[in-house]
């Protein structure tokens, strides 16, 4: 796997694989693995995916000044990824909190991203996730056999107090919400080694969140950009709901927001056909 020099000596890793047009593709967490994106569905047939780790996250380095992974600072990475693969422009995919960093990336680049993606957003400059929909969302599973035990979890982290082992222990009971069907060969989309494996990481990247006094101008700046952009949320996603997906949306103008009616969090995984569809046709059209 190749690696990339940032601008502050950070090596960011990255794997290529498939054919076609590029199609560069940043995780969520934050921290995840990009190993856990697999192939996207199968989108892999059509574009080659270059998958980048973020800083902290997979294989890429850990920065000595923690302030340079909030999601703001990340997007100079992407921008020194485009730069380092002779890109003059590209097409961009992100998941969940990555959609941060791409829409970041959208403003701060205008015109470098042919086109975005942007896969179960957690919102639109910070997290804004709608605890009344995601209350509704858990509720409405209480016929299925897992639930009694992943609510119970999700009242036990709600209080919060929980550290090491017993929060990772807590935070998989929790995942069939995660899910539109839920089987426990799910749990193997969950390699330990795959999680995000610094504390302090999540605070760092959600620092250069939008306050109230400047989430208006944040917004608007995010429009001025002008790159279509393709929102995909999953109906059941009970890990951020549909709420920052259609905030998503509405921030971009002229923007199509698709929600996949029997997917969770990782609509490639439930829906890969309907999904590499959705995005192929997407990013043909331009």
Known sequence: MPSLPSYDDCPIWYQVTGDGEPLVVLPGGPGMDLRYLGNLGGLDRWRR???????????????A????????????????????????HFDLLAHSAGCLTAQEYLAAFPGRARRAVLVAPVGRAGREVDEKELTE???SRSAEPWYADAAAADLLLAGGGHSGEELAA????????????WTEERTAEYPPEWACA???????????????????????????????????????????????????AAAHPGSRLEVLTESGH?????????????????LDAG
Do not use: C, K, N
């Open 49 to 63: 995916l270059v998958l980048a780790d973020a800083r902290a996250a997979g294989r890429s380095g850990v920065p």
């Open 65 to 88: 000044d923690r302030r340079t992974v909030s999601f703001v600072e990340q997007a100079r990475d992407l921008e020194a990824l485009r730069v380092h693969l002779g890109l003059e």
């Open 137 to 139: 969302l858990r509720a």
């Open 170 to 181: 807590l935070q998989r009971r929790i995942l069939p919400f995660f899910w539109h069907r």
């Open 198 to 248: 610094h504390p302090w990481l999540r605070e760092a990247f959600y620092a250069g969140s939008a306050g109230p006094r400047d989430l208006a101008e944040r917004v608007a700046r995010l429009g001025a950009a002008r790159t279509p952009v393709l929102v995909v949320a999953g109906a059941s996603d009970g890990m951020v709901g549909t709420a920052p997906a259609r905030a998503a």
């Open 266 to 282: 990782r609509p490639w995984v439930e829906e890969p056909g309907r999904f590499t569809a959705l995005v192929g046709a997407f």
